[in-house]
């Protein structure tokens, strides 16, 4: 991994993503993860951005299958302790899943921002 690649991946990690609706109450999670996210559910992971209401049951769905297919970490591979259980892809997403539930069934938009 190059430097500049480095520096990038360290950047993504320490960044924060909050995720709004006005069906559901803000979600905030850390950049690393939020940009998997959304890569998941098809988005080119840009911020800030947005997904119009008539999008997000497609986004939802694209999201649970990508979760739904995601290999789970092995705590020696992700860098924990032997006793330490990583947070599974599916724990992370559930709270955006959630929101996006919400906004399917609020017909709302959804919208992301540092």
Same mark, same amino acid.
């Given at each position: 991994?190059? %430097? ?9 990690? =320490? &960044?924060? =993503? *909050?995720?709004? *609706?006005?069906?559901? +109450? $803000?979600?905030? &999670? ?10 998941? &559910? ?10 119009? +209401?008539? $999008? ?19 705590? $020696? ?5 032997? $006793?330490? %259980?990583?947070?599974?892809? +599916? ?24």
């Amino acid at each position: 991994m190059s %430097q500049s690649q480095v520096k990038k991946t360290f950047k993504d990690a =320490i &960044m924060l =993503i *909050t995720f709004h *609706t006005d069906a559901y +109450a $803000d979600i905030t &999670m850390f950049g690393d993860v939020a940009l998997n996210l959304l890569k998941l &559910m098809g988005h080119s992971a840009t911020v800030p951005g947005a997904i119009l +209401a008539a $999008d997000v049951p497609a986004a939802l769905e694209r999201l649970r299958a990508g979760v739904a297919a995601a290999v789970p970490e092995s705590g $020696d591979a992700a860098g924990n302790d032997a $006793d330490e %259980q990583p947070v599974s892809l +599916a724990h992370r997403a559930l709270p955006l899943i959630q929101l996006l539930e919400a906004a399917v069934a609020a017909k709302s938009d959804v919208m992301w921002d540092q």
